[in-house]
C-alpha cells in the first residue's frame, strides 16, 4: 500500500513545504508536525514536481523564488492538476506586490517572513476546510460539479437565470475558494452586499463571522475606535475596553460597504492592517493579530477617484486583487418576473395575505420598460408600495405609480421625475413661525429628494450635501420613516 494511503488511513493530513532556505522548512515542518500534520519539503521546483506526482497532498505552501524556478510555476500546476489542493505562497516581508500577484494567479493566502506561527496556524486550518470543501462534491456524488448542496441554497438567494446573473453566480463560486480579497461593483440597489454574504457563506470561513459595516455611515472622529476598538481610558467616555469591527470579524469576513467614503487617514490606517493582518486598539502598546478576509464595495468609479487623488492607489491595489462586477436590473431584464414572483411571495407574508398579489399583463409590462435606476431595491419599494394600494388582490399599472421619465426604457440616466406628475408628498401645514416655515422647508426639500433617490438614503445624503449620519438624525428628528 502507498504512503498516502496509508497516511489517509492514519487520519493525517499531508502538507508539501518548498523553500530553499533549509531554516524555513525545518520551523514549517515543526510547527505543522505539531498540528499533527505530516510533512514533506523540497528546495527545488524539480523535487517538488516529483514529490506531487508521487503523492497526493492537501496543502502545498511554496516560496515565490526557487534556484531552478519560480513558486507562479508550481501555483499553475498545481491549479492545472490538483485544483482540489489550495497553495499558500511564502514572500518576503513587505513585498505585497508578489502577495497581490500570487493571489491574482489563484493562491489561497501567503505567509510572510519572517514566519508568525500563530497566524500560520489559523491559515492551515482555513485551508484545510477550504480542500475539504473543494473534494466533497465529488466524494459525494453531487449532481452538480463544484457545488455542493450548502452552496446552492444560498445562491438561490441570488435571483434569476440570466447570462448575467448566471456569470455572478460563477464568479461567487470561484473567489469563495480563496482569500483574496474581492472588490464588489456595482450601481446602487443592485445587491452587493447579499454577493458579499454569499461569497462568505460558500467558502471555508462560513462557519465564522459576516460583519458588514457602511463606511459612510461612521462618523470620521469614530472611526478608528469602530475599526480597531480602544482601551478603557484611551480618551474621554472610554469607560471600558470596546473590541473594534476587526476583532469582531476574526475568524470571518468583514465586508466593507462603500469604502469610497472611507476619509484618506482610514484609508492608511486599514492599508496597514489589510498587510500586516493585526490591528493596534486606540490606547493599546502593542497590535493584536486578526484573521480575517476582506470584501469591500461601492458604487463609485473607485478607478476615477485614485486618478483624482482622492482614494489611494496603494489601497485600491490591495483590495482589488479580484473585482466582481454585480449588473445593473436594465441589463437582465428577463429576471424581473422571477424577482416580481419571489418579492411578492414575501411581502404578502409580511401583511398577513392568504396569497401574493396577482400583477395585471400591463403592470408587468410597465415594469420590464422601466429604467430602475435605483435596481433590484427600487423594484422591490414599488411592489411594496403596490401591495398596500392595490384592492381585490390585484395589482394594475396606476398602483406602481412610476414616475414618468425620458429614461425609461434601457437608459443608463437617471430619470427625472416629470413637472406635470403629482407629488406624493403631503402638503405642510402652514407655518405660524419661522422655525416652523424652515422645519417645513427642510422637510420639503428631504422628501422630495428621498423621492428622486427612489429612497437610497445614501444617495440622498450625498445630493444634499450633508452626511448620511446627519440625514438619519434629520429623518428621526422630523418623523419621516
Known amino acids: 500500500m502507498e504512503r498516502s494511503q496509508v497516511d489517509k488511513r492514519m487520519g493525517k493530513q499531508t502538507v508539501l513545504v518548498v523553500d530553499d532556505e533549509r531554516d524555513i522548512r525545518e520551523l514549517l515542518t515543526i510547527t505543522l508536525g505539531r498540528m499533527n500534520l505530516l510533512v514533506e519539503s523540497a528546495g527545488s521546483v524539480t523535487d517538488a514536481k516529483r514529490l506531487l506526482a508521487e503523492r497526493g497532498f492537501d496543502l502545498c505552501f511554496t516560496d515565490m523564488r526557487l534556484p531552478d524556478g519560480s513558486g507562479q510555476e508550481l501555483l499553475e500546476l498545481i491549479a492545472r492538476d490538483y485544483p482540489e489542493m489550495p497553495v499558500a505562497m511564502i514572500t518576503a516581508y513587505g513585498n505585497v506586490d508578489a502577495a497581490v500577484n500570487a493571489l491574482k494567479a489563484g493562491a489561497f493566502d501567503f505567509v510572510s517572513k519572517p514566519v508568525d506561527i500563530n497566524m500560520l496556524r489559523r491559515l492551515v486550518q482555513t485551508a484545510l476546510r477550504l480542500g475539504q470543501q473543494r473534494r466533497e462534491p465529488a466524494d459525494a456524488g453531487a449532481e452538480e460539479v463544484g457545488t455542493s448542496g450548502a452552496d446552492s441554497v444560498s445562491a438561490s438567494r441570488l435571483v434569476g437565470v440570466s447570462p448575467a446573473i448566471e456569470q455572478v453566480r460563477a464568479t461567487i463560486a470561484k473567489v469563495a475558494r480563496s482569500q483574496a480579497p474581492v472588490y464588489i461593483s456595482g450601481e446602487s440597489g443592485v445587491g452587493k452586499e447579499l454577493v458579499a454574504r454569499l461569497i462568505h457563506e460558500q467558502g471555508p470561513r462560513a462557519g465564522g463571522p459576516f460583519v458588514p459595516v457602511n463606511c459612510g455611515a461612521v462618523p470620521s472622529e469614530l472611526m478608528e475606535s469602530e475599526f480597531f476598538g480602544h482601551r478603557k481610558g484611551s480618551f474621554t467616555g472610554a469607560h471600558a475596553d470596546k473590541e473594534g469591527l476587526f476583532q469582531a470579524a476574526h475568524g470571518g469576513t468583514l465586508f466593507l460597504d462603500e469604502v469610497a467614503d472611507l476619509p484618506m487617514h482610514m484609508q492608511v490606517k486599514l492599508l496597514r492592517v489589510i498587510q500586516e493582518k493585526?490591528?493596534?486598539?486606540?490606547?493599546?502598546?502593542?497590535?493584536?493579530?486578526?484573521?480575517?478576509?476582506?470584501?469591500?464595495?461601492?458604487?463609485?468609479?473607485?478607478?476615477?477617484?485614485?486618478?483624482?487623488?482622492?482614494?489611494?492607489?496603494?489601497?485600491?491595489?490591495?483590495?482589488?486583487?479580484?473585482?466582481?462586477?454585480?449588473?445593473?436590473?436594465?441589463?437582465?431584464?428577463?429576471?424581473?418576473?422571477?424577482?416580481?414572483?419571489?418579492?411578492?411571495?414575501?411581502?404578502?407574508?409580511?401583511?398577513?395575505?392568504?396569497?401574493?398579489?396577482?400583477?395585471?399583463?400591463?403592470?408587468?409590462?410597465?415594469?420590464?420598460?422601466?429604467?430602475?435606476?435605483?435596481?433590484?431595491?427600487?423594484?422591490?419599494?414599488?411592489?411594496?408600495?403596490?401591495?398596500?394600494?392595490?384592492?381585490?388582490?390585484?395589482?394594475?399599472r396606476q398602483d406602481l405609480m412610476l414616475v414618468p421619465s425620458a429614461g425609461n426604457t434601457a437608459s443608463d440616466a437617471d430619470p427625472a421625475p416629470s413637472p406635470a406628475s403629482p407629488s406624493p408628498v403631503a402638503s405642510a401645514p402652514e407655518p405660524q413661525s419661522l422655525d416652523d416655515m424652515v422645519t417645513s422647508l427642510e422637510r420639503e426639500k428631504i422628501m422630495q429628494t428621498l423621492q428622486r433617490t427612489r429612497y437610497n438614503k445614501t444617495a440622498a445624503a450625498r445630493e444634499l450635501g450633508i452626511t448620511f449620519r446627519a440625514l438619519r438624525y434629520k429623518l428621526k428628528k422630523l418623523g419621516i420613516d
Open 278 to 396: 493585526a490591528v493596534r486598539p486606540i490606547g493599546a502598546h502593542n497590535e493584536v493579530p486578526v484573521d480575517v478576509r476582506i470584501l469591500s464595495a461601492t458604487h463609485k468609479d473607485l478607478a476615477r477617484l485614485v486618478e483624482r487623488g482622492q482614494f489611494r492607489q496603494d489601497l485600491f491595489y490591495r483590495i482589488n486583487v479580484i473585482e466582481l462586477r454585480v449588473p445593473p436590473l436594465r441589463e437582465r431584464r428577463e429576471d424581473i418576473p422571477r424577482l416580481v414572483a419571489v418579492f411578492l411571495k414575501r411581502l404578502a407574508a409580511e401583511s398577513g395575505m392568504e396569497s401574493p398579489p396577482r400583477l395585471q399583463p400591463d403592470a408587468l409590462k410597465a415594469l420590464l420598460e422601466y429604467g430602475f435606476p435605483g435596481n433590484v431595491r427600487e423594484l422591490e419599494n414599488i411592489l411594496e408600495r403596490a401591495v398596500a394600494l392595490c384592492e381585490n388582490g390585484t395589482i394594475d
